[in-house]
């Protein structure tokens, strides 16, 4: 099975291949660059394996929550791949998998995945790991939230709770004041859970994106229609 992986979601622009039993995992780029990198990106990886993308037999997709632009870029790439060449779609949230990543390490406990959702808010979802990583019980909804909300959280806690996700990172000084707090620098959800979840997970026929909030062009033009 050739799986190929795609992670646009935060500013982050990733790729995972999974072949002949392996997996490899690419960091194109870092700094939303998503529409120059990524089509190139997956090019250069399945050349470097002697595949084409004819080759592939599933194409697995962060679907968000994430930035706008970089989820439409990296959904579209998908799909439009997978209908070219007939290889079956899987879908993965972001939150999951940073959920799936820190299970896998050995984290156990209570776990918020935070995304970095600009405007001074994060994307995030709540979990309990146990076991192992296919114990891990998602214990709310993804929802659009704030860093103080998140801290008020955490601070009624009675037990330590791991936070990861680009989201910590861009809030790091706040995070770091709170006693009962695990910090991880998974900053990049993970492709290598991405794509094993691609090799168990029922096909979709179509990603459909996990947006959670109107973009932020849309943001500002209402903004500045309530103002004039």
């Known amino acids: ?40 990106g997956i090019r250069d990886l399945l050349s470097e394996h002697c595949l084409v993308a004819r080759d592939l037999t599933r194409v697995v997709a962060d679907r968000g929550p994430g930035l706008f632009t970089g989820l439409r870029v990296g959904i579209a790439t998908a799909q439009a791949l997978a209908h070219g060449v007939g290889a079956e779609m899987v879908a993965a949230t972001s939150l999951e998998l940073l959920a799936r990543s820190a299970a896998r390490s050995g984290v156990r406990g209570a776990m918020y995945a935070l995304v970095d959702a600009r405007r001074g808010e994060l994307f995030a979802q709540s979990f309990e790991l146990t076991n192992d990583v296919d114990g891990l019980e998602a214990t709310g909804p993804a929802l659009v939230t704030t860093p103080d909300e998140i801290i008020q959280q955490l601070n009624k806690a009675e037990h330590t709770v791991t936070i990861s996700g680009d989201g910590v990172q861009r809030y790091g000084d706040l995070f770091a004041s709170i006693g009962q707090v695990q910090i991880r620098v998974d900053v990049v959800p993970s492709l290598d859970e991405m794509l094993a979840i691609a090799q168990w997970r029922s096909a979709c026929e179509e990603i459909v994106p996990l947006y959670l909030r109107e973009a932020d062009a849309v943001a500002n033009f209402t903004t500045r229609q309530r103002s004039s």
């Open 1 to 40: 099975m050739n799986i190929l992986a795609i992670e646009t979601a935060t500013t982050a622009c990733a790729i995972g291949l999974h072949t002949n039993g392996r997996s490899y995992i690419r960091i194109l780029d870092l700094e939303r660059r998503h529409t120059e990198v990524l089509t190139a």
